[in-house]
């Protein structure tokens, strides 16, 4: 049977070690993105808040994913002349999509962390 897995779930445990390494994660994302953060906050069209997700996702990614990060970076670089290779275009699509998987599991965790620990939260987002 399907997982019934919902929002409502109790959040996963997670150590005040970890959560202060999501916490920084989370400080430097916001310092680093700040532009992509804008781009998606006041994107109007379609097509300008899907460029802006992909934006936000990539620049978060390097921090939250370096691994899936630089996994897409790698493709994108590989495959940068060849616009009309269909193989190289599917490529950059599956570690685009391996990416935003990555990002949106540590985001979940973040949230997590974030609501077993605020105080540890709230200290790194005022160094940062």
Same mark, same amino acid.
């Given at each position: 049977e399907a997982s019934t897995e919902t929002t409502t779930a109790a959040p996963a445990a997670i150590s005040k070690t970890e959560a202060a390494e999501v916490a920084s994660s989370f400080s430097k994302i916001l310092s680093s993105c700040r532009d992509r953060k804008a781009d998606l906050q006041s994107?109007?069209? !379609?097509? !300008?808040?899907r460029r802006a997700f &992909? $934006? &936000?996702t990539v620049c978060a990614g390097q921090f939250m994913?370096?691994? +899936?990060?630089?996994?897409? &970076?790698?493709s994108l670089e590989n495959h940068s002349g060849e616009a009309n290779d269909e193989m190289g275009e599917a490529k950059i699509d599956t570690? /685009? +999509?391996?990416? $935003?998987?990555c990002v949106a599991n540590y985001d979940k965790r973040a949230k997590d962390a974030?609501? +077993? /620990?605020p105080e540890v /939260?709230? !200290?790194a987002l005022?160094? $940062?």
């Open positions: 994107c109007d069209s !379609e097509e !300008e808040c &992909m $934006g &936000m994913c370096p691994l +899936q990060h630089s996994s897409l &970076m790698a570690a /685009f +999509q391996v990416l $935003g998987e974030r609501e +077993q /620990f /939260f709230d !200290e005022k160094k $940062g």
